[in-house]
Nanobody
């Protein structure tokens, strides 16, 4: 199983980016998928995820939208109103089984993409 993330880049504050993740080797239409990020010197943190529900970390609510296209085994993270604090390496992740109670935990995800850099300048 491989996850391939893309769409990162450099933008000014207030700008937008759309991240995409493509999975190959198995489908996750019934599992959990998510996006995490890791800034320099910080731990990897949950950004957004989908199981039977959609969940966001508080700092991105109203600005980021996670979606998935089961037919293409892809999912996306639309990031609007980006701020310098959003600067990080973003990782897509997936797991065959995950619950709404555990979907924010790094350890619950089995498969990870390689990461894509997002840089927001002020």
């Amino acid at each position: 199983v491989q996850l391939q993330a893309s769409g990162g880049g450099s933008v000014q504050a207030g700008g937008s980016l759309r991240l995409s993740c493509v999975a190959s080797g198995r489908t996750f239409s019934n599992g959990g998928i998510g996006w995490f990020r890791q800034a320099p010197g910080k731990e990897r943190e949950f950004v957004a995820g989908i199981t039977w529900i959609t969940s966001y970390t508080d700092s991105v609510k109203g600005r980021f939208i996670i979606s998935r296209d089961n037919g293409e085994n892809m999912w996306h993270l639309q990031m609007n109103s980006l701020q310098p604090d959003d600067t990080a390496v973003y990782y897509c992740a997936a797991s065959p089984q995950i619950t709404r109670l555990t979907m924010r935990r790094v350890a619950e995800y089995v498969y990870w993409g390689q990461g894509t850099q997002v840089t927001v300048s002020s």
